[in-house]
Every structure is written in C-alpha cells, then in structure tokens.
C-alpha cells in the first residue's frame, strides 16, 4: 500500500510540478488572448485537428460547421490555424479592406513541389516575382484585347431556306438582287448557294481587301461542273486553279497574243476590219441597220484572225456554237452548288446540251489544229510575225526543252478563253456605248466636236490618234461604268484561312465581288445611275484595277489579261463609227425611247440589238 502510494507520489509530482507551472502560463496567455481578441478554435482532436470534418467534399462540411460555430471560425489543419470565412463581409474584409496583408499563399508541400518551388502565379509568395510573372501572362494571354483575339469572329449569315440557301434570292440579274441585298446586310455578307458559303463583297474597300491585300489568298477559283465541262477539265486561264500550270498558260497567251506589243502588232487587222464595216454601214444608203450584228461579226473576225489565222467558212456554225458556250457559262447548275441533287441538271438537259456543245466545239477545234499542224509542215519559214496563237501553242508543245509541258487540250481551252473572255466583252461595250451616246445627243456631240477636230479631215482616225481623244476615253470609262460587262466577277475561292477585314474566313470560301455595285455606289460616285463621261475628265480614276471603286476588268492575279486588246478595238471602232455617221433611231424614235432593257449571262448584253439609221457625216 506504501508502496503504491509512493509511486503515486513520486509519479504524480511530475506531473504537478508541470501543472503548477502550466497554470499561470495558460492563465498568462489566455489573459493576453483575451487582449489581443483571438477568434476561439472549433472544438478539435488533438495531433489532427478539425481535419476528420472535412470530409470529402469541404465546402459542404465547412458550411454546416459555419452554421454551428460561425460566419468566421477558426479551424486546424492538424497543427494549421485555419480561419474559415463564409460571409461577404468576411470576404470583403480579407479581399479588398485587408487585401494587401491577406496576399500571400501559404507553402504547401506539394504545389511547391508541382510548380518549380513555387515558381509559377498561384502558389508564388507576394512579391516582385509574383507580380511580374502574373502581369505578363495577362498581357499576353488573359486581358480583354487577348482573348478577343482568340475568339473565331465568323461573318454571320443572312436568313436562308434549307437546302436551297439564298439560291432563289439571286433572280434573273443576280447583281442587281445582290445590291439590294447589301443594302440591308451590308458590303460585305454571307450567303448561301445551297450549301455552298459564299462571300458577297459590295464595296471598294472590300474589293481593296481580297484583290490587294490578300490577292494571293483569294486567287483561286471554285470548282463548278459546267465551266469545268466546257474547259477541258479547267484547263483554261479562267477556271483554272491557282497554280503553275495557270501561271504558265496565262503567262504564255500574255506574251504571244495579249501584251501591248502583241497587240500593237494585230492594228493592220483592226484597221482593215473597222474599215470593212464602215463601209458595209454606208451601203445601207439610209436604211436601218442591226448595229449589233455588225459589231459582232467585227470583233469575231478579229479575234479568229489574230488566234486561229483565218476567218473559217463555216464560221456561222462556230458563232452559233460560241453562243451556246457562253450562255452555258453563264447558267448556275445546281449541282455545283447542291452535289447530291446534279441530277436535276440532267434532267433539265443542261448535261445534254454542255455535251453536245463541248463535242462540236471539239471537233472545231481539232479541225483547226489539224489544219495549222499541216500548213506548217508546208510552209516552215519561222517567221514569227506570221504566226497566230495556235502557231505558237503548236510550237510549245512540240518543244522538247521547255520545262512546261501541256497538251492538246490545253490548246483548245485556251483558245475557248480567248474567245468566249474576249468577244462578247469586247462587243457588248461598243454597244452600250453607241446606245448611250445616242439617248445623249450632247455627249454624242461633244465627242464628234472631238474626233472631227482631231481626224482633220483625214478619211479615217487611225490608232495614232487615240492618245489625243480624252473625251472618247471618258465615254468608255462611263460605258464600263454603267454597263459593266461581267457585273460580278468570275468567283475568286480562299486558298488558306483568312481575316478578311476583321472576320474569319475559311479556306476554300467562294468570294463573289459585286463590281457593278461598286460601280454605281452613291458614296463613290455622284448621281450613279446618270451617264456622265464628264466626270472622267479631271479624274485620274482608270479601270486598270488600281483604282478599286472602277473594276471591270478586276484587279491583281486573276485580273483581266484582255485589257490592251479590247480597248485598242474599241477606241478604233467608236471614234470611226462617231466620226462617219450620224444615228438616228429607226422611224424617227426619239433619243429617249431608245430601250436599254438587258440580258444577264455571264455577260451583261443589251437585250434588244441596236437599230439604226446611219447618214453619213460628210
Ligand atoms: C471589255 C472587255 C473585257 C472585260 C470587261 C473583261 C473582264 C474580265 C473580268 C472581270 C475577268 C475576271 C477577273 C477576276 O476574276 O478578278 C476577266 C478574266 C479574263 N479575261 Fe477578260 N475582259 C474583257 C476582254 C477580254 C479579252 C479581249 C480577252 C482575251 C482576248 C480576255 C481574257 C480573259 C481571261 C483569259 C481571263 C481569265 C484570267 C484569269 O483567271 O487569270 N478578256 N476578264
């Protein structure tokens, strides 16, 4: 019994010793707890702390804790005084009253491990590192101006029909359908040819953007089933894809038929054909004559001449045949735009009819090869002067040394392009012209004042003179103005993906830029309807695609490569045909009932040809 009450002694007074001893510290510290206001810990376990009430989803235990103890708690962590806030006010005190003092992390053993000692934002200690690595990484990846820049902005589309997408909204006179449509959508719109996307450009700055800025992108072309057809595959200069084939043939028919050297070479065949038709209208001696029909055949015969060396006998055929060409050109099948429903295109015989007219074309074709392949056996003096377009397609072929090679075909769809780029174009101004000035007596007046003064006499102006008629110039500017030939140009396609002025474009979108819209813009041009050649006269503004608000010909890769030769055919034709006769109307018609109504194809004719009667001026 002594025993254990020894032992009870001698072990107790340890302990007692340290209770002594613990008492006035625990009174000591918790007088001065009491001082300094601390918030009073959760009831915890010892070594663990308030851990085991966390459980698995903290928020929810901490929560429920919040509700017992408090809006602002203390907990442990173990050994960790945690403070736990569940009110605003607790949290507005810590993140903004107090947000400097409460800006540190603590370190914790696993994130410090995780991110390179705490190198990275979220568990760095306040400080000069901190603050510099976070502000950079908001610069360059999380401010406002960043990540807009991340955001894909997409052209948003105009209200379309399943299927047919905006298809029936282009109508008969898909550029005029298209400019109103701008007008409610703006320059610069979305739309859908069954499901095909399509990018309608209805201003200069638009047209600036994809043929300047990014002609290169945009110098594509689609792939559509019945220009493919009639181009041997898109073996042409115009439907041909952007490439090195392209590059070549274009560059060959620039330098052997189109470039002003070239050109300047063919002025004995247009002034021996302007002069043929002069004559034939004075034959007519006072009766009415199909002006139309005239010039058609004058820009024909020019251009067999100088591309296939001869005017063919049965060159009607060939006319008719280029006819059916060009309106199958024009036609929109509705399998380019809806694959899967092609057959309609077959059943409404446009399959039919592309065949045919392909075959026959073939067949012209093949015939004239034949017949250059042979004339050249007979006569191979190599005299270049000489040498026609399919001369020199022959040679290029036959080269062993040239590093490009092509075939047959590609001779052919050359020369299809030349034809069917070249002719109706070419004509079609000439025409509206003539009809403009004759529904305006004073513009006609003005420029017969011009060309009298400047022909002196002479029984014919010749090109020499050309350089001098500013007024002639300003009356082809207005007419391609007015009546552009091809009101939309051929349609461009986006090689790559694109920001076309601040939306995102994809690659292999159609882009159709309305120049006939822009033409007649009344932000660009003052009373755009009205034909004024005037206002041609103190303006540098040409149409040779520098100047986007005037684009008849396009502008940049893909632009017109005709433009010397249609425009030394047409000053010629204009300035004779003003300079020998008057035209009046057939039965005394007023200038003003002249009908300008027009025909869409893929180029814009007028739809009635132009009759008249020519009195000789002198
Ligand atoms: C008034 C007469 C003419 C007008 C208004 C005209 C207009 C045009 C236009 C708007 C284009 C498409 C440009 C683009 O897609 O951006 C074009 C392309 C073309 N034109 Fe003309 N053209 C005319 C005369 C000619 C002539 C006389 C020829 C040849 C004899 C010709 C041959 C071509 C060719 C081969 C292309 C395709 C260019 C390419 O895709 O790289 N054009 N033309």
Known sequence: MFLSFQFLVFSLVPFLVLLLLLIPFQWLSSTSKKQKNTLPSIPKLPIIGNLHQLGSAPHFSLRALSKIHGSLMLIHLGSVPVVVVSSVEGARAVLKTHDLIFSNRPKLSIPAK??????????????????????????????????????????????????????????????????????????????????????????????????????????????????????????????????????????????????????????????????????????????????????????????????????????????????????????????????????????????????????????????????????????NDGNEKEKDLVDILLDIQRDDTADFKFERDTIKAVIADVFSGGTDTTFSSIEWALSELIRHPKT?????????????????????????????????????????????????????????????????TQVMINVSAIATDPLLWDEPDKFKPERFLNSSIDYKGFDFELLPFGAGRRGCPGIEFTVAINELVLANIVYKYDLALPNDGRPEELDMSEIVGIVVR?????????????
């Open 114 to 379: 995780l991110t390179y000692g705490a190198k990275d934002i979220g568990f760095a200690p306040y400080g000069e590192h901190w603050r510099q690595v976070k502000s950079i990484t908001v610069v360059h990846l999380l401010g406002r101006k960043r990540v807009r820049s991340f955001r894909k902005n997409t052209l948003p589309s105009i209200p379309k029909f399943p299927i047919i997408g905006n298809l029936h909204q282009l109508g008969s006179a898909p550029h005029l359908s298209l400019r109103a449509l701008s007008k409610k959508h703006g320059s610069l719109m979305l739309i859908h040819l069954g499901s095909v996307p399509v990018v309608v450009v209805s201003s200069a700055e638009g047209a600036r953007a994809v043929l300047k800025t990014h002609d290169l992108i945009f110098s594509n072309r689609p792939k559509l089933s019945i220009p493919a057809k009639l181009t041997y595959g898109a073996k042409d200069i115009g439907f041909a894809p952007y490439g090195e084939y392209w590059r070549q043939v274009k560059s060959i028919t620039v330098v052997h038929l189109l470039s002003r050297k070239r050109v300047r070479s063919f002025r004995s065949i247009r002034e021996r054909e302007t002069i043929s038709m002069i004559d034939m209208m004075g034959k007519t001696r006072g009766s009415v004559v199909d002006l139309s029909e005239m010039i058609i055949s004058l820009t024909n015969n020019i251009i067999c001449q100088v591309a296939l060396g001869r005017i063919y006998g049965d060159y009607k055929k060939f006319k008719e045949l280029l006819v059916a060409f060009q309106n199958l050109l024009g036609v929109m099948s509705v399998g380019s735009y809806i694959p899967w429903l092609s057959w309609v295109d077959w059943l409404r015989g446009l399959e039919g009819r592309t065949n045919k007219v392909v075959k026959e074309l073939d067949e012209f074709f093949d015939g004239v090869i034949e017949e250059h392949i042979n004339k050249n056996k007979m006569v």
């Open 606 to 618: 007028k739809k009635l040809p132009l009759l008249v009667v020519p009195t000789p001026r002198f």
């Open 444 to 508: 006609m007046e003005k420029l017969q004042v011009e060309v009298t003064k400047i022909a002196q006499g002479r029984p014919m102006i010749t090109e020499d003179d050309m350089v001098n008629m500013h007024y002639l110039k300003a009356v082809l500017k207005e007419t391609l103005r007015l009546h552009t030939p091809f009101p939309i140009l051929v349609p461009h396609e986006s090689r790559q993906d694109v920001n076309l002025m601040g939306y995102d474009i994809p690659q292999g």
